[in-house]
């Protein structure tokens, strides 16, 4: 008996509504439809966005390099506009991103935090999931900022490391959210950074002044 268009069209309706409910379904689109986003929004000629600053910093660190002085030296050839205002403990988190073309590593990033941030809302109240397309959301697309990571972290524990990152936001979210992972995380974090650059916090005052 032949099927009519109708009964293909809620048998698929049925089919997509059952893998939107398979565990990892939200983060994985999520995660897909951003870099996509990401990739073509960065296509060249692209503008300046805050994760150059990162992918600088992670590179200098990747070649042995003075992060504060790589961004300098960006800043004096034009590519960059401002010095580094984060800490090293920035530019260790983000070094892996560094090793990639910048096109990749900014649509990567991004759609990881983005992805994680799905994660950490889909065992939630269903409402919380506006979040993924709010405004600082959006505005996350383009810039390709920390801010999907920090908040994923208060909902996946193992990933407050990041918050390492951003000390101002990430001890006011360890005070509201602690754990043993954000914890001895951030301290590994910060000791490597000193090992790594142990004159980074004078440079980090001075760059802030």
Do not use: C
Not at 79 to 97: C, D, E, N, S
């Amino acid at each position: 008996m032949p099927v009519s268009v109708a009964d293909l069209s809620r048998r698929l309706a049925r089919r997509l509504a059952a893998l939107a409910h398979l565990p990892g379904a939200l983060p994985l689109t999520v995660g897909v439809f951003t870099f996509a986003l990401v990739w073509q929004g960065h296509s060249p000629p692209a503008a300046i966005a805050d994760f150059d600053y990162f992918w600088t910093a992670g590179r200098a660190v990747l070649n042995g390099v003075d992060p504060y002085g790589a961004v300098r030296e960006a800043v004096q050839q034009g590519t960059l506009r401002w010095p580094l205002y984060y800490p090293a403990t920035a530019a260790i988190i983000v070094a892996p991103f560094g090793a990639l073309p910048n096109r990749f590593a900014v649509s990567l990033f991004t759609a990881l935090g983005m992805a994680f941030l799905a994660w950490s809302l889909e065992r939630g109240p269903v409402f919380r999931r506006w979040m993924l397309v709010s405004a600082p959301a959006l505005q996350n697309l383009l810039l390709g900022q920390w801010s999907p990571w920090l908040t994923a972290a208060v909902g996946l524990p193992w990933l407050g490391v990041v918050w390492a990152a951003k000390p101002t936001l990430g001890v006011a979210l360890f005070v509201a959210w602690p754990s043993r992972w954000s914890l001895f995380g951030g301290l590994s974090v910060l000791v490597l950074s000193l090992l790594l650059l142990p004159h980074w916090p004078a440079d980090w005052l001075s760059a802030l002044r």
